[in-house]
């Protein structure tokens, strides 16, 4: 039943997000200056999130910076930690990075590449003792999403998923990028 409601939750945040990008998005920012500066190519954004509960903690924190070409490509590359705790059972922190590579066909269309690697450390307690995992692991998302100016919501599946030696509990995840 937890997992029906974490998607219920993340199908009405989804909505929330996409109505309000929506309405934001009635103004045209004004367009950045065309001097071919570097920094005025480069955005900012990434994802914060958090979740707790009753004995779940759940903390991530995902900085990415992206270099536009142009109106259609960009290239770039982020950073990754989150901490998970659920009481008297399970820890884990993750940390690592990712080389990402987007394409925009038409402005309202984001298809994206990325390759990820992360450090995983888990501790588990049970009855019996202690338990600790290390490992890394590899994931390569294809991915395509809808967007509205600096947001874009969609969702992405890792072709090297293995059920046996992942993190995530699916190959598919939705996501929300946001960048500045």
């Known amino acids: 039943m937890k997992s029906v409601t974490t998607f219920a939750e993340l199908v009405l945040l989804t909505v929330i997000l996409g109505i309000s990008s929506v309405i934001s998005a009635q103004e045209k920012p004004l367009p950045k200056a065309k001097t071919g500066a570097f920094w005025e190519r480069v955005d900012f954004g990434g994802g914060l999130g958090l979740g707790i509960s009753s004995g779940y903690t759940n903390i991530t924190v995902a900085p990415s910076a992206i270099y536009n ?23 884990s922190n993750v940390f690592g990075g990712s080389i990402m590579g987007f ?27 202690n338990y600790s995992r290390s490992f890394w692991n590899t994931g390569l998302f294809l991915g395509g999403g809808y967007r509205q100016e600096n947001v874009i919501i969609g969702g992405r599946i890792n072709v090297l998923y293995d059920k046996d030696k992942d993190i995530y509990g699916s190959a598919f995840m939705p996501f929300v ?4």
């Open 103 to 129: 394409f925009n066909p038409i402005e309202e269309v984001q298809l994206s590449l990325e390759l990820e690697e992360v450090n995983v450390n888990n501790k588990y307690v049970d009855l019996g003792g």
């Open 69 to 91: 070409f142009n109106d259609y490509f960009a290239l770039g590359s982020g950073l990754q930690y989150s901490y998970l705790k659920q009481k008297n059972y399970y820890s």
């Open 177 to 180: 990028r946001v960048f500045f």
